[in-house]
C-alpha cells in the first residue's frame, strides 16, 4: 500500500513504513485510542546510509492509499537522526523525499518558505510548474492549507454550508477545518468559499489553529488596544477579529503590511500565506 502511494504522489519513501497503536486496558476491556486533543510524538529512526537532508516531511498513509503531510523534525539523540512526528491520531507513517522548486519564485522574497511549504505537501502550484506569488488566495484554499499545514484527516461528507458541496474539491477540508473550530461561516449557513480573504480573517483562523497547535500568545486585560495602537489602521479591523490579530503578531506568526499598517480588509498573497504557515508550524516547533 505504501509503495504504491509513493508512485501514485511521486516521491520516495526514506523510511520503513511505521504503524503506531495506542491502546487503553480498563476493567480488563481494551479501547484503541484513534485520537488526541493535542500532537503526539513519535520518533522515527533515520537508517544508516540515508541522506537526510533530502527527507522533506513525515506522511500519514491512510487504508484507501491517500496520504498527507504530518508536521516533521530532523533531529539528532547521541549522535543519531530521528524523524519527530507530531499527529493527532494513530497512522501508519512513513518519512519521504518531496522536493518542489516552482519554477516562478526564483528570485522572490518568499521562495524559501514557498518551496519548503510545497516539499511538505501543504501548499500546491497554480500548473506548468508555477506557484503565483503574487496572486490572492480564496478562503476555501486558505482553509485548505491550513488544514494541510496541522495533518488533519479531511472529512468526508457532512456539509455544514449550503455554498460548500460534496463535489467541490475543497468540501472535505472545510469540514474539517469547521469540525476542528479553525472556522465560522459568515453565518450558519454561508461560507463563501470563492471569496478572496482577507488579512483579519486569515489571521482569525491562524489565532484558531494556534490553539490547535499549542502556541499561546497569553493576553492580558486591554492588551489589544496596547498592541493596536502603533498600527495607524487598527481601527479598520472588525471587533471579531482583533483579539486573533494581537495574538498573531506577539507570537510573531504574521506581522503588519508596514511597520505602522496592518492592512486588515486587505487580501493576502499566496506568497504570504505560504511564509505564515511556515511560522506557525516553526514557532510551535511542529517543523
Avoid at 540515508?50 to 491517500?66: A, E, L, M, N
Avoid at 518551496?115 to 496572486?135: A, E, F, K, Q, W
Avoid at 491562524?206 to 489602521?233: C, F, H, P
Wanted: glycine share 8%.
Amino acid at each position: 500500500m505504501v509503495e504504491n502511494a509513493a508512485k501514485t504522489g511521486d516521491f520516495a519513501i526514506m523510511v520503513p513504513a511505521v504503524e503506531f497503536v495506542i491502546n487503553c486496558t480498563c476493567s480488563d476491556k481494551m479501547v484503541n485510542v484513534s485520537r488526541f486533543n493535542s500532537y503526539v510524538e513519535r520518533t522515527v529512526a533515520i537508517p544508516d546510509g540515508i541522506d537526510r537532508t533530502k527527507i522533506t516531511t513525515g506522511i500519514i498513509v491512510s487504508p484507501d492509499g491517500t496520504v498527507r503531510h504530518v508536521p516533521t523534525q530532523i533531529i539528532q539523540i547521541n549522535g543519531k537522526y530521528y524523524a519527530k512526528i507530531n499527529s493527532l491520531t494513530n497512522s501508519i507513517y512513513t518519512v519521504v523525499s518531496y522536493t518542489i522548486e516552482f519554477s516562478d519564485i526564483v528570485n522572490h522574497w518568499a521562495k524559501d518558505a514557498i518551496n519548503n511549504m510545497g516539499s511538505r505537501m501543504i501548499v500546491t502550484g497554480m500548473g506548468n510548474g508555477n506557484y503565483n506569488p503574487d496572486g490572492d488566495i480564496t478562503r476555501g484554499e486558505f482553509a485548505a492549507i491550513v488544514v494541510r499545514a496541522l495533518g488533519l484527516e479531511t472529512g468526508r461528507g457532512e456539509y455544514k454550508f449550503s455554498d460548500v458541496k460534496a463535489t467541490n474539491w475543497f468540501s472535505g477540508y472545510i469540514e474539517t477545518a469547521s469540525k476542528y473550530g479553525i472556522i465560522n461561516g459568515y453565518n450558519e449557513s454561508t461560507f463563501a468559499p470563492n471569496d478572496k480573504i482577507t488579512r483579519e480573517q486569515a489571521m482569525t483562523m491562524i489565532a484558531r489553529a494556534m490553539k490547535i497547535t499549542g502556541l499561546e500568545s497569553s493576553l492580558k486585560d486591554n492588551e489589544n488596544y496596547t498592541v493596536l495602537k502603533g498600527y495607524s489602521d487598527a481601527e479598520d479591523i472588525a471587533d471579531y477579529a482583533k483579539s486573533s490579530i494581537v495574538s498573531c503578531l506577539k507570537t510573531g506568526v504574521v506581522s503588519g503590511t508596514s511597520s505602522n499598517t496592518l492592512a486588515p480588509k486587505g487580501n493576502i498573497t499566496r506568497a504570504e500565506v505560504a511564509l505564515i504557515i511556515e511560522r506557525l508550524l516553526e514557532k510551535s516547533k511542529l517543523i
